[in-house]
Structures are given as structure tokens and as C-alpha cells.
């Protein structure tokens, strides 16, 4: 299986219930309702589990358990339903720890607008944190609002500001090419994740925990296209409430010529992968790719279209 492509799980009355039962119990109540949640999907989902037993294999340096994989699963729906709580309350429910907050003030503060790349590492959601902390600047998020419709809905309901923020990738690549641009040169933050590729979706395989996987060349290229300070950003969870939100400088500008394109992008693209590798060594439960990811395969070299990276919940 080459992505976590499953429908929505338990569509639009679980997402209600759990969004109900969170908003009006309170998160403490409705983390216990995880465990079970979280059960059903390890008891029910083996491609899943395979592809965590996978990967945590290569990070733990010890025979994976189930209760290794089990507690990874968990861990992303802890994540997951944290997400209503940014949306719907700031990280007034959290305890957020900042690192490189003054490397991002320092790019805002140019005026150049920032382009923050992260993966499914963590809580994505977790920049919401920012917002009490610079409010006077906006930030974009791209997200494929059509991969995960019932779940957007919900979201967007608690928190309108911030769905009429996101640019959409679904809406095809110039189009959010161009939405990028005009905020970037608004002075925003805009966002994207960059370690996973999509069916057709050109990409580059640079080593990665061991063996070399494959990741996509659709966040650089918009990168070397929007000419902008780049900023590594991760929301690692720390269990309970606590959130470490990470800024990490990666380049004042990427330059990617056509004349060395393969040679470039193989040289950032495995900047990023090591510095994912870190992070996944250090924090090994808090990387969320539930698919076989060193078996995707791709082109071997970015097609002249540019595929948009798009932002899921998996």
C-alpha cells in the first residue's frame, strides 16, 4: 500500500461524536475514550501495523513489541484529537515549550515572508501556538481540504478564521502556487509538509533511517520558486499536555538551477531527511507515516509540472 489512503475513519457521526463529547466533557474525558479508539484501529488495521512494526524496528535498536505499536498508534490519535482543542481554544489546555523562536522572529521581521516545511512528525497543529505569540502574523497552511472532507468540516467550524487561512491544495498546483506567493509576499508564514509523496508525484530517494526512501521534490521546488527564508518546524508531543515546538533555520533562500536540479535536490532533500532522522531517533513514537514507506516508488526525476505537496491527516 503506498499511502494511508483509507476513507475517513468512521466518517462524519464518529468525528461529530468525538468533537462533542471533547468540546463538552473536556479533554481529560475523552483522552480515556482513546485507549479504545485506539485498540479497535490496532486490533483492525494491519497494513498499519506492519508499517509501524516497520519503522519502529529502525529506530528503537531493539525487538518491536506490541505494545511498542500499539502506544504509536495511540500517540497519533492523541495528536489528532488535540487538534480540536488548538483550534477551538489556542494552547490555553497546553503547556508549549518554544526552541528557535527568536530565528523565526528574525525572518518575520524582515518582511520577506517565511516558508516553515514539517512533516508528520509531531502535532502540525501545534503552530496554532503562535498565534498568541504573533498575532499580527498571518499564517497559510497548504492542505488537501478534499482528502479528509468530514474531519476539514469540523475543523473549520471551530475556528472559520483559520480554514479561510488555508490554501488548498486540492485546487491544483498553479493556483496554490500562486496563493503562496501573494502570502509570502504579505510578510505571512506559510506552511507545508514535505516527507510525504502522493501517487504520480515526482520524487528523490535520499537515505533515511538506513536505507533510502523516497521524498518529494514538490516542497523545494516551490521553495526555490518563492525565493523566501526556509524554516525547518516541528510539533513534537511529549505526552500529556505537553508540546515542543520547534523552529530550526534550514535556508535563507533555496537556489535550485536547472542546469544541476538532480544534483541540488538531492543535496537539500538529504538535509532534510537527516534532520527528520534526528528528530525521529530522539522522539521515535511521534513520526506518523502508517504505510510502507522505503517501498514507494517514483520517477527517478522531477516531470516539468510541479505536483503541490499537500498537508493530510495521517
Known sequence: MSHW?????????????????????GRTVARLL????AL???????DERAASRAYLS???????????????????????????FFLARGERDFDVDVEGLAELDRCIDAGRGVLL?????????????????????PLRVVLDKQKTPALTAVLEALAPDVGAAVIDASRG??????AMAEGAAEGAMVALL?????????????????????FPVGPWLLASALKVPVILCMGIYLGGN??????????EGIDIPRAQRAAVLDDVIARYASRLEHYARVHPFNWFNFYDFWQETGPADEPAAVHVPRHSDA
Open 34 to 37: 482513546l485507549y479504545p479508539i
Open 40 to 46: 479497535y484501529f490496532f486490533l483492525r488495521r494491519a
Open 5 to 25: 489512503q483509507q476513507r475517513e475513519g468512521g466518517g462524519w457521526f464518529a468525528i461529530w461524536l468525538i468533537r462533542t463529547i471533547a468540546l463538552r466533557l
Open 58 to 84: 529502525r529506530v528503537l535498536h531493539r525487538p518491536v513489541t506490541q505494545r511498542d505499536v500499539f502506544h504509536h498508534i495511540h500517540m497519533f490519535a492523541a495528536t489528532l484529537l488535540d487538534r480540536l
Open 117 to 137: 516545511i514539517g512533516s508528520h512528525q509531531g502535532s502540525f497543529e501545534a503552530l496554532r501556538a503562535l498565534g498568541a505569540r504573533r498575532p499580527e502574523v
Open 242 to 251: 505537553r508540546y515542543r515546538l520547534i523552529f530550526e533555520a534550514f535556508s
Open 194 to 214: 514535505a516527507d510525504r509523496g502522493h501517487r504520480n508525484e515526482a520524487v528523490r530517494r535520499v537515505p533515511f533511517l538506513g536505507t533510502p526512501a523516497p
Open 173 to 178: 498546483g498553479a493556483s496554490v502556487a500562486l
